[in-house]
């Protein structure tokens, strides 16, 4: 069982930058690929990026490569995603997921943190 809990989410001009922070709970964190996914308003959620269990490989949704970083640390239990140049269009609800495969398929993520807003004012 792992829990997760995201942190980070606010309010901020178009241009600006967020660091969002995913503390999960258990001993078994550094098993499980790591991904964040958004979803706005009236749409469907979205992958957003996914990171491998050491934190070698990473991928990203086109629209944000570039502009966002997806990192981990196995040992406090965190995965993080640092988000630059920000738009309004990246305003949304962003939510970590834990899984055992590295996919951009939402289905395939066992674990899901209760969501951080993020708006990006122009």
């Known amino acids: 069982q792992v829990q997760l809990v995201e942190s980070g989410g606010g309010l901020v001009q178009a241009g600006g930058s967020l660091r969002l922070s995913c503390a999960a709970s258990?001993?078994?964190?550094?098993?499980?690929?790591m991904a964040w996914f958004r979803q706005a308003p009236g749409k469907e959620r979205e992958f957003v990026s996914h990171?491998?269990?050491?934190?070698?490989?990473?991928s990203y949704a086109d629209s944000v490569k570039g502009r966002f970083t997806i990192s981990r640390d196995n040992g406090k239990n965190m995965v993080f995603l640092q988000m630059n140049s920000l738009k309004p269009e990246d305003t949304a609800d962003y939510f970590c997921?834990?899984?055992?495969?590295?996919?951009?398929?939402?289905?395939?993520?066992?674990?899901w943190g209760q969501g951080t807003q993020v708006t990006v004012s122009r």
């Open positions: 990171i491998t269990r050491s934190g070698g490989s990473t």
């Open positions: 258990g001993r078994t964190f550094s098993t499980y690929v």
């Open positions: 997921a834990a899984g055992p495969l590295l996919t951009p398929n939402a289905r395939q993520y066992v674990y």
